[in-house]
């Protein structure tokens, strides 16, 4: 393994076709202060960059403090002449592989639905991950990773990516590991889904006999995270998530998970809403909040995060009307897409009306052990 170099390293790379030499530079973050030392560099870039709410210094700097907070990580930032054009930040990680321990960097991607391999504009994604696979050996002599892996990519991130590991003759893994699962407004609006509407209606029904009064949709976008604190919205969200599913679950797997995901939520509402991005659908009986989305709302596409609901109601299946009155929301404010993010689940499949692959990227940096 090669020896690992703590201090910053600037290469010079000529990409094909770009007629620009860029510089790589590569830092360690070895805790707060570094990482609050690079924060205006990595946010300079977000506001040019394709809006995803994972591709921000927000999102990595709060996966790390709350997911990996003693792993050390890697900036790795792509100049050009004028400045910055594109930056990453990843992780070191060690695995098995045959009778040797193997460190490799990767993203990331903890809580995300997609995360690009770099915070770039469009137009220079494929020259900057030119730029990155090219300096794969320069990567392995400054951090000693002898692997790099993306996970949580999109179809037209790992093409793109793929097409410069195959142009640079580096061996990769390409691996679909999930799938998007999307609800499209218009054919969910056109084929008018009887079956789900019927039940929706009949839970509605006994909903509205069990308690004399009927479910109301509330619905806010945008810069509204006072507008919800007034409405008492969070301590709702508080009190559903403790006895949500999704935190039985994760406190089962590990002590302190269920409140480390509740966390990454609850810090990031306020960046969420002044970005201009939180969309909350919340079911209400009455002054009661039975069932709530939080989403992110970005350019006609609506991301799914967290769905909860009171197990009381259970049997008249809240979360799934609040879902339905959600998505006729949606169609009548013009939105694209909705989309669940996560695992793909039967359940998500069922509203679904298309699923896109989600791939994880490995690929070799160098090292006798640096294979796949």
Known sequence: MSRQS???????????GSGKRWRMDVRPLNGETDWRNCRAEVEALEPAVAPNPWATWHHLHLAWRLAFPSAKCWLVMLNSHDGPVAAGIFREEESRRSIKTVKTLRTLDWSTSNLPPLIVTPERAAAAYCALVRRAGQLHRTTGAELFCLHQQTESHADSLCMALAEAGLPFRRLQT????????????AENPRNKSRNVRRNEGKLCDAYKTSPVLFRTRGQVYETAAQEGIWDDLDRLWRQSWQNAYLESLEPGAGA?????????LKEWSRRQWLDIAALKLGPRVIAIYINLAIEGKVWLLLTLYDQQLETYGVGSINLYKMLVDSTARGDRELD?????TEWKRRWSTTERPVYQIEFALGGPFGRL
Do not use: C, D, N, W
Request: a negative charge; zero cysteines.
């Open 6 to 16: 703590e201090t910053a390293t600037h290469v010079e790379t000529r990409l094909a």
């Open 178 to 189: 999930s799938a998007s699962q999307i609800i499209e407004t218009g054919p969910f609006k």
């Open 260 to 268: 480390k995901s509740f966390a990454y939520f609850y810090e990031s």
């Open 340 to 344: 669940f993010g996560g695992e793909a």
